[in-house]
């Protein structure tokens, strides 16, 4: 009998990448294939790449060198993602070894790469959502977790100046609401019992209904609430001006939507805001916010920040500083800036990294100490954590909160894929101890 041919997939990057990069392994998996841990071991090599990392093209570079020596005599190399899309054909002009160049929003292509050994599909970068989720619902889902991304929405149209998204993958595109529906029943019927529902800008979802009808957000995660199964909802990653009234409502009345939202500002300063062409105010961020807690007074919040924006001066960093310390965040993601080839932000004058280094320690030190208050109010309580898998250590398990959080329990190992009441012992900046009281 033959060997069954395997396939090794590298993920770098966002969720809508894991999301992607799943996706691919269903395809594999329909042409009989199975996944590998060690790309030299494996008949098919993808790099799903991220453009977000700093001096993303030249590392997808020199990881394509590396696997293409290392690899297996007769390994097929495919190039996904977002450095694939920006790239284009370049990618088989400095790497003529690569087999296949796949944008994000041509994956599906794989399939008839696949299927046809004479194929000559060589670099596929076409713009088409409608294709691409069309044809990836025919797979069959693979997942033994009970927490699960679904894509709900790709691309985005903000513009904002440091950000290649818009250019990487295309003008919003929203799934239909069945579509979404079906694809989340198939997963509950295999044990997932926790969605992520993913977008560039996924609360500017509109997608339709069964009618025709274009719905929102909301309307959505009403409808995903409605599957007894489904027992956690969440979503990422949001623009403060897709908060609607009925999404911000929503916090307060669905029990099934965590008390969580990852709200990115990048920065609280009017006159930065205004260069990053974010098209709202710090002030409109505060009315956001001060909705959110009417309807949801305990929601932990999270955000990003870039430091060092262009012409960010003292006082700019001092209005982020201030920002953070009024909204009081759970813990955020915060990065110095660094420009992205091809963003207006990167033609402009950039801030001396030594300042940049200076504020980014201030920041990630408030950041930190904010995390560890809000982690240290759950000490001696009891939170329902969904435990997701094996821990850290031997006999440990762990899982996440309602509100994110990390929880490692010692114990048993039978309660995987539970939702458990938990008694925190222990706290740390990024993760809380506790025992299951089952
Ligand atoms: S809204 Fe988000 S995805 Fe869109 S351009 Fe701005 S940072 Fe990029």
Do not use: W
């Not at 796949?102 to 959502?129: I, R, V």
């Not at 956690?232 to 001006?241: A, D, E, Q, W």
């Not at 916010?289 to 012409?311: C, M, Q, T, Y």
């Not at 001696?380 to 954590?385: F, H, N």
């Amino acid at each position: 009998m033959n060997k069954a041919k395997s396939f090794f997939i590298k993920s770098f990057g966002c969720q809508m990448n894991v999301y992607d990069s799943n996706k691919m392994k269903d395809i594999f998996v329909s042409h009989g294939m199975q996944s590998t841990n060690y790309y030299q071991d494996a008949d098919y090599i993808v790099l799903n790449t991220c453009h977000i990392r700093e001096k993303a093209t030249e590392k997808t570079y020199s990881d394509l060198g590396r696997v293409h020596k290392k690899g297996k005599n007769d390994h097929k190399i495919i190039v996904a993602g977002c450095v694939a899309q920006a790239e284009g054909e370049l990618i088989q002009q400095r790497a003529p070894y690569v087999d296949l160049v796949l944008g994000p929003q041509s994956l599906q292509l794989l399939d008839t790469y696949l299927s046809d050994k004479n194929s000559n599909l060589k670099t596929m970068t076409e713009f088409d959502a409608i294709d691409k989720f069309d044809t990836l619902k025919r797979f069959k889902s693979h997942t033994d977790s009970k927490s699960s991304f679904v894509t709900i929405q790709e691309g985005c149209d903000k513009f904002c100046t440091f950000c290649v998204v818009p250019y990487t993958r295309g003008s919003e595109y929203s799934r239909s609401i069945p579509d979404i529906i079906e694809e989340v029943k198939k997963l509950s019927e295999l044990g997932v019992i926790e969605v992520t529902l993913l977008g560039q800008n996924v609360n500017a979802y509109h997608g339709p209904d069964v009618s025709g009808k274009e719905r929102g957000l909301s309307y959505l995660i009403n409808k995903i609430s409605e599957l007894d199964k489904i027992k956690r909802i969440t979503y990422s990653t949001s623009h403060p001006n897709n908060m609607t009234d009925d999404l911000i409502e929503l916090h307060g009345t669905n029990s099934k939507l965590m008390s969580c939202l990852h709200l990115p500002v990048q920065s609280g300063s009017n006159k930065i805001l205004k260069l990053m062409n974010r098209k709202h105010t710090r002030e409109f961020y505060f009315e956001v916010i001060d909705k959110l807690r009417k309807h949801k007074s305990n929601i932990a919040l999270s955000s990003d920040f870039i430091v060092g924006f262009p012409e960010e001066d003292d006082k700019d960093f001092q209005d982020t500083m201030d920002l953070i310390h009024h909204v009081g965040f759970m813990n955020s993601y915060s990065f110095k800036y660094s420009p992205r080839p091809g963003t207006p932000a990167a033609d402009r004058e950039q801030i001396p990294l030594k300042i940049q280094d200076d504020r980014l320690k201030i920041m990630q030190t408030t950041l930190d100490q904010q995390q560890i208050d809000f982690n240290k109010k759950f000490l001696s309580k009891r939170l329902d954590v969904l435990i997701s898998s094996s821990g850290k250590f031997k006999g440990q398990v762990k899982g996440k909160s309602e509100f994110n959080q990390s929880v490692a329990i010692p114990g048993n190992p039978n309660i995987i894929g539970d939702i458990v009441p938990v008694q925190i012992t222990d706290i740390s900046v990024h993760s809380l101890i506790g025992k299951a009281e089952v």
